[in-house]
């Protein structure tokens, strides 16, 4: 099957989000741009690290003096619900970002969850653009301060989840867990 490219540039909305219930949620990267919707799929532990990593690339940014990278003081960012319809473009294997020094534009790109995944990047090449064949990409570019944006609303949606024990520090579910540190003893 040819290979399929999803690109934004400056989409209208770019968004972490989560479908279902604390403790089964999928979490969702979506973008849109007009009535154009892509909403792809990916770990809660990704999501953590993009956020993570793009909050080092903008403050990296801002030490070099680049304007618009600088923290936003109260910042929530976007605070609405996904999009409809919700429908998996694919599964993300692989995450990417990098700063346009032309357009002055933070680029963040996501790659198809392969079988080849496994591999090292030495062992399977890196894939062309251009290539027909390999995974589907989403490759989105934003102004720095839409990115700080983007952050504020996944750590928002990473915090959402289940509490963790205090004293284990594991998710704690409605009906308590079965606690390590009390010996396997539910804790409430």
Known sequence: ????RYIFDNPDRF???TVGEPGSRVFFLQARDGTRIVSVALEKVQVAALADRLGDLLDELDHRG???AEEH???VGDTG?????VNEAFRVGTLSLGWDTTDRLVLLEARELTGEDEESEDEAGLDEDDDEEGPDLLRIRVTPA???DFIARALRVLAAGRP???LCGQPLDPQGHLC???NGHLLN
Request: net charge positive; glycine share 12%; aromatic share 4%.
């Open 180 to 182: 390590p540190r009390r």
């Open 81 to 85: 619900a996904m999009d409809e319809p």
């Open 146 to 148: 839409y990115a700080r």
């Open 66 to 68: 680049i304007e618009g």
């Open 73 to 75: 003081e109260g910042s």
């Open 1 to 4: 099957m040819p290979r399929r």
């Open 15 to 17: 968004i972490a989000g």
């Open 164 to 166: 963790p024990c205090p």
